[in-house]
């Protein structure tokens, strides 16, 4: 069973103004929907970066793998990097960890590889999960994902979420997600204040949720000296402390020095990155994340070496629809070792997708595998048109927290070791 076609879709949908460290999110998010059709008629899904870069890159790379086998993998993998060349793909808002070659080939033959095990499991009448060794869990926990925002962006109406620019707004939005996901654990992405109040929120969400887990992600806004002070005052509260300070020395140095582990999804990016980690114990947990680990098999080999050196797991989110919920919850399904709920931005979608309803839902938190075949996610695509029509209207060509804030204030930095 051969690649007859790919389709390659953009498309944008609403994003609210959610604060980082770099910036701000623009109005519209961007991904590509990608559909691989294999020649017997059996048709694959897969979703990566919508930035018009990647795309170009994606275009390039599907020319070169049709008439691949479905079963190829090493095939499809050396014809995607061909085509790639020596190109780097590094996302304009800085928050993944800096862009390599290599990570830049594993996040275009990414797309195309979940396309291509969606089809074998429709084909064989299993699910995604069963080809990567079978689940060892039937629903994967998801945490709530809290974000500094405005409430609404500037030229834009107020949407339901609300501002929350302090620790009562931060609980509250825990609360609004806790109550319609049911969401058993809390992140709160940091970086946007000092340091000191993004503390005060961790001990408010502390107080309001006694027996939940707890985490903080600054994407390394602060300073190793910061990163100690701040992780020590907050010693039990935070199941883990993600990328506190930049790059790898930087966090062997905190790691040393507070009780929690740290995780990180910025410093160790892709495998030349593990070695160093590895030997300074700069790291507890790595958030993998399949749209730039190399797919959803080359994930669990990844997961797997994680075990062999101690490193616990988690799983890195960006804003994403259905179809790349559906293949995280197939591959958090089939690791082990998975230890701690994965992140999602489902719940800033707000319903908007482009799989058809039904095969995903939230239970207490967690996401049961759908039942289907493959991904068990089959395309909407009236919805699909409509987010393409949007993608072709809204301007937006690559994601720039940094560009979008400064349209507002001109002075903005992006914080980078800089409390």
């Known amino acids: 069973m051969h690649i007859r076609e790919i389709h390659l879709t953009p498309v944008a949908f609403r994003d609210p103004p959610l604060l980082n460290a770099t910036g701000v999110h623009e109005p519209w998010a961007l991904r590509t929907i990608v559909e691989v059709v294999s020649d017997e008629g059996i048709s694959g899904l897969g979703e990566t970066y919508g930035d018009a870069s990647h795309l170009r890159l994606l275009q390039d790379a599907a020319r070169e793998v049709t008439g691949v086998s479905v079963y190829a993998l090493n095939e499809l993998y050396a014809r995607v990097a061909a ?32 396309a291509c095990l969606d089809i074998r499991g429709k084909a064989e009448g299993v699910r995604v999960a069963d080809l990567l060794g079978g689940p060892v869990r039937e629903a994967v926990p998801y945490s709530a994902y809290l974000f500094y925002k405005w409430e609404a962006h500037p030229d834009g109406e107020p949407d339901r979420f609300g501002a929350a620019l302090d620790p009562e707004g931060i609980v509250a939005q825990a609360r609004l997600f806790a109550d319609e996901y049911g969401f058993q654990s809390l992140k709160l992405k940091g ?40 992780g020590n005052d907050l010693a039990g509260d935070l199941e883990y402390l993600e990328d506190p300070t930049p790059g790898i020395e930087g966090m062997a140095e905190v790691a040393a020095k507070v009780p929690m582990p740290l995780a990180t999804n910025m410093c160790v990016v892709t495998h030349e990155h593990l070695p160093p980690a590895i030997e300074q114990r700069a790291i507890g947990v790595l958030l993998t994340d399949h749209h730039y680990w190399g797919g959803l098999v080359r994930s669990t080999q990844v997961a797997a070496l994680c075990d062999t050196f101690g490193l616990e797991l988690s799983m890195h989110s960006n804003s994403h629809l259905g179809i790349s919920l559906a293949a995280m ?39 049961p595998l759908p039942d289907g075949p493959g991904l068990g996610v089959e395309l909407d695509r009236d919805a699909l048109a409509v987010m393409h029509e949007q993608y072709e209207k809204c301007g937006i060509r690559r994601r720039d927290d940094t560009a979008y804030m400064r349209r507002f204030e001109p002075g903005f930095q992006p914080k980078h070791g800089h409390w």
């Open 83 to 114: 085509s790639v060349g020596t190109g780097v793909f590094t996302d304009q808002h800085g928050l993944t960890g800096a862009g390599t070659n290599q990570k830049t080939v594993d996040a275009v033959f990414a797309a195309f590889e979940t």
């Open 191 to 230: 970086g946007v204040l000092p340091p000191d109040e993004e503390a005060e929120a961790v001990r408010a969400l502390r107080e309001a949720f006694p027996s939940l887990p707890l985490r903080i992600d600054p994407n390394a806004a602060w300073t190793p000296a910061t990163s100690v002070r701040i």
């Open 329 to 367: 919850t197939h591959l958090a399904a089939s690791l082990p070792n998975l230890a701690h709920s994965c992140d999602t931005h489902t719940p800033w979608q707000d319903g908007q997708d482009v799989v058809a309803p039904g095969a995903l839902r939230f239970t207490e938190g967690a996401v």
